[in-house]
């Protein structure tokens, strides 16, 4: 028989999977940009190659996330 802490643990695992799972669906796909849409400066090849279908440079993404 599971005790509370078993149970709370299965409950975490569940809402962590959802929540992967939400995350993966909203990470864009396909050919990306070249250059950043916020700044104009080339995204570097290494950020596209780790983020398909990325359209801005790590900075700039970094302020569209600080600003919600």
Do not use: F, N
Not at 20 to 41: I, K, M, N, V
């Amino acid at each position: 028989m599971a005790d509370h802490c078993d149970m709370a643990d299965e409950l975490i695992e569940q809402q962590l999977a959802i929540a992967l799972s939400r995350h993966h669906a909203q990470r864009p796909t396909g050919a990306g940009a070249l250059e950043c849409d916020d700044c104009g400066e080339p995204i570097p090849e290494p950020r596209r190659a780790a983020l398909p279908g990325c359209v801005t440079c790590v900075d700039c993404q970094g302020l569209r996330e600080r600003r919600g």
